[in-house]
């Protein structure tokens, strides 16, 4: 059981370390214990947002060049805006590859979307049916769909924000109920249904058309209308291409409580892109345990293999953060549950947040994470591992959430550590073949 390189987690850095690997002819393995943070995400790339100052940023490359003169240790200064705007590049053109376009702003700023809250968030990457707010919004109203019988999208609190925001509060509103033939079949309840049972249904050809239908008598082609996030299932972008098709309508999907299909949608999409390069994913397991000698990681022991070591000349570890395990807190503090890697936290737990939930500065707890060199190679006791790489959201000195930069920093730090081991092994190469 031996690889070039094994990468231990399967959220978008996880896939991307593991992605680059494979198309440059490196023998990968994924582990991933369960469902990633995707399903629960956006399903936008968030690239920077917002400096640790808290002033915001309109375009996020040149917002990495001041942040890494603010926050040194930050992920982004370790790997630069350079190698940032080449990762999102990379992860944009694999992803339209294979058949999920990202669209961002033709200047590189970020653009606003409107959240399931009415709020507006700012982000850099958003699929194809996501209305990108700048600074006018010019549609005659705004028709907001309610799905009778789904208890995850409250359309009267998203219009009730929105009339809050100045660039909307003019423009009319309204709130269309649309009824899904084949709802009552499937529930037990009025509330019940969730986004993924919706998509299902839609499939048959009597709820498609009755849903199709609804909507061309409701709204025109001066309105934007913002609908949940419901069509997925493998081939959500599909769907809504038909369903844009087939009603003319300008459309602004918006995520739903998990699952998310538009998470989701992105997690299919690096899946299989991921196996069809030829990807080992061994999905379902846990790494307990490793072998570590002379400043390498030389093998990991999982849950399922038990005493059946995998060898790798690299590894990449991407396991998240508390949501995913990745980083485990407790009353003594805050530890890297798999191999006990050096981590950066404060221990007087009173010091681990600030006094109100929604402050303006970040909540110090976030920043928590694992330390690294500026290669991304963490330390354990002190000592740096060489072989071993460390990506996403376990990483220290960063907030993604106050900063907005939860993507970006997954996809940029995969591409920083992977760029390392491709060069090692092209060089290998090189040698070899002049010893030949």
Not at 24 to 51: C, E, M, P, R, Y
Request: glycine share 8%; proline share 6%; hydrophobic share 35%.
């Amino acid at each position: 059981m031996k690889y070039d390189v094994i990468i231990i987690g399967a959220g978008i850095a996880g896939y991307s370390a593991g992605i680059r690997c494979l198309q440059a002819g490196l023998k990968t393995a994924l582990i991933s214990q369960g469902q990633s943070a995707l399903h629960f995400s956006s399903g936008s790339i968030d690239v920077l947002a917002k400096l640790p100052s808290g002033q915001l940023v309109d375009y996020p490359f040149q917002g990495i060049t001041q942040l890494s003169e603010q926050e040194p240790n930050h992920p982004y200064s370790k790997v630069g805006a350079s190698t940032c705007r080449q990762a999102l590049s990379w992860f944009q053109a694999t992803l339209q590859q294979h058949g999920l376009p990202l669209k961002q702003q033709m200047d590189d700023s970020n653009h606003w979307r409107i959240t399931p809250l009415g709020t507006l968030k700012a982000t850099w990457l958003s699929q194809p049916y996501v209305y990108q707010h700048k600074k006018l919004c010019d549609f005659k109203r705004l028709v907001l769909v309610s799905i009778e019988g789904y208890r995850d999208f409250q359309p009267p609190m998203l219009q009730d924000n929105l009339r809050y925001l100045p660039e909307f509060s003019t423009i009319p509103s309204t709130i269309v109920s649309i009824s899904i033939p084949g709802f009552t079949e499937l529930r037990h309840n009025p509330h019940e249904l969730r986004s993924i049972d919706i998509a299902r249904l839609l499939k048959t050809p009597t709820a498609w058309q009755a849903f199709c239908d609804q909507l061309t008598q409701a709204a025109s082609g001066d309105d934007l209308v913002i609908l949940p996030a419901i069509m997925g299932n493998g081939d959500g972008l599909q769907l809504l291409n038909k369903l844009h098709s087939t009603t003319g309508l300008t459309l602004h999907e918006v995520p739903t409580m998990p699952p998310s299909l538009m998470g989701i949608r992105i997690e299919e999409s690096l899946n299989r892109t991921f196996l069809s390069l030829g990807g080992v994913h061994l999905k379902g397991d846990k790494v307990c345990k490793g072998e570590f000698s002379h400043q390498r990681l030389n093998a990991i022991y999982t849950k399922n293999l038990t005493d059946m070591p995998l060898y790798a000349d690299h590894f990449v570890m991407a396991t998240g953060s508390y949501f995913s395990q990745g980083l485990a807190a407790n009353h003594q503090g805050i530890r890297e549950p798999v191999f006990e890697l050096d981590m950066s936290c404060i221990q007087d737990r009173k010091q681990w947040r600030n006094h109100d939930f929604f402050a303006q500065h970040p909540h110090p707890f976030m920043g928590f994470g694992v330390t690294t060199t500026a290669s991304l190679h963490p330390s354990r006791q002190a000592e740096v591992i060489n072989n071993l790489y460390c990506c996403g959201s376990m990483l220290a000195g960063y907030d993604p959430v106050f900063e907005g930069c939860g993507g970006g920093v997954a996809i940029a730090t995969a591409y920083h550590a992977t760029s390392q081991i491709i060069t090692q092994y092209q060089a290998q190469a090189s040698t070899q073949e002049a010893l030949v």
